[in-house]
């Protein structure tokens, strides 16, 4: 697509799936919780992170690679996960492991993604993170490992920060909700998206996939599948459900949604080996603190062999490297992979990664900065 490919930021492929996607589509993505304070507050935490260049300082060109849990991938961020992504366009997470795999990158597939782990595999390779929220029912939990394990996933990324659902006003007077609801604004919205219409009666209605085998049958509604998430599958993690995962998975064990030091310290002895500090996009407590006031202070907090990463707010190359200044070892994107999708498809996707990594090269660059690891000696403190 000639408009995905003349993108030449994150921003320019927001506006493209402005255009593009239904506006119930777009909100779905755009909006925080409550008054969106915490996702404003990510915005402004991150551009008050400055980075000093050493123009004197010998230069070579930056090298990007990064190594996670004993894989090596071309770049320091990879895609965070994603709920309900075929609401926004069909598709869309086979497009964002598809991205993963050519980009090298991890691509962290949600529970509640609309295909299931063995696709995500299938296109993915070994570039699938699985992200698990936790079902109350410890045999559909354990089930869930099992079929991680199955297709060789080895990264579990267990979210702890949604102990109840968020209030995200835009979604609660528009009405979009899980089943969407079928209503005359947004029947108009969708007449006013043709491609998106189109693509969505082709693919058919997003499902759960996932979840669809621990249903009473793989044809039962969205309605259905909406009521068996909110009764069924989502419990609140505490200490003792992260030593009860501990002890049942043998991958690589990463907690996501630490906002503290307390936490952090909590999940290192629980076992976790890795942990993704996120106020989760400020999509579930709009009083939380931005990642970039406390990720510096966790990563004193836990051990060298502790991996530390971040989402929340990245909308470019340089918030990439912002995280990375301020002690992250990777960095994960959500928004922005979705406005890819959604701009240009598998186009679209790609481009998100491509803008990503010449914007992150050319701060390295411009820094003499020649790799990721070498970025927090440039922060401006």
């Known amino acids: 697509m000639p408009a995905v490919a003349k993108a030449q930021c994150i921003a320019d492929l927001k506006q493209l799936a402005r255009r593009r996607i239904p506006e119930f589509a777009f909100d779905y993505i755009e909006e925080g919780c409550n008054a ?24 070579t060109d930056p090298q990007l690679a990064v190594n996670l849990f004993g894989k090596d991938y071309d770049l320091p961020f990879g895609i965070a996960p994603l709920g309900l992504t075929g609401l926004v366009w069909p598709q869309a997470s086979v497009m964002h492991a598809n991205t993963a795999k050519k980009a090298n990158i991890p691509f962290v597939l949600s529970t509640v993604a609309t295909i299931s782990i063995e696709t995500a595999a299938a296109h993915a390779g070994d570039n699938l993170w699985f992200q698990l929220y936790p079902p109350a029912d410890r045999e559909i939990c354990l089930d869930l490992l099992a079929r991680a394990k199955a297709v060789g996933c080895q990264n579990l990324v267990v979210t702890v920060d949604v102990p109840t659902p968020s209030r995200r006003i835009k979604a609660l007077k528009s009405g979009l909700s899980v089943p969407p609801k079928i209503t005359a604004s947004s029947v108009w919205q969708s007449c006013k998206r043709p491609a998106w219409s189109l693509a969505t009666v ?28 909110r009764s069924t599958l989502r ?17 690589q064990l990463i907690v996501k949604g630490v906002l503290g030091t307390h936490d952090a310290r909590a ?3 629980a076992g976790a080996d890795g942990i993704i500090v996120s ?6 407590l709009d009083a939380a603190p931005a990642p970039v006031s406390i990720l510096a202070d966790i990563v004193q907090a836990v051990d060298a062999d502790v991996t530390v990463m971040v989402d929340s707010g990245v909308e470019s190359g340089v918030d990439v490297a912002r995280y990375l200044a301020l002690g992250a070892q990777a960095v994960f994107a959500g928004r922005a992979f979705m406005y890819g999708a959604a701009a240009g498809g598998q186009a679209g996707s790609d481009r998100c990664a ?18 990721p690891t070498e970025l927090p000696r440039h922060l401006l403190r």
């Open 267 to 269: 999940a290192m002895e």
């Open 202 to 229: 082709y693919q058919g209605l997003p499902q759960f996939a996932n979840l669809t085998p621990y249903m009473d049958s793989k044809t039962m509604a969205m309605k259905d599948a909406a009521e068996f998430i």
């Open 36 to 59: 969106n304070i915490a996702m404003q507050r990510n915005r402004q935490a991150l551009d008050q992170v400055q980075l000093q260049p050493s123009y004197t300082s010998p230069y």
């Open 235 to 251: 419990d609140v993690v505490d200490l003792a459900w992260l030593q009860w995962l501990r002890e049942h998975w043998h991958g």
């Open 279 to 284: 106020n989760h996009g400020g999509r579930q």
């Open 354 to 371: 491509t803008l990503l990594q010449l914007e992150l090269q050319q701060l390295l660059s411009q820094l003499h900065c020649c790799s």
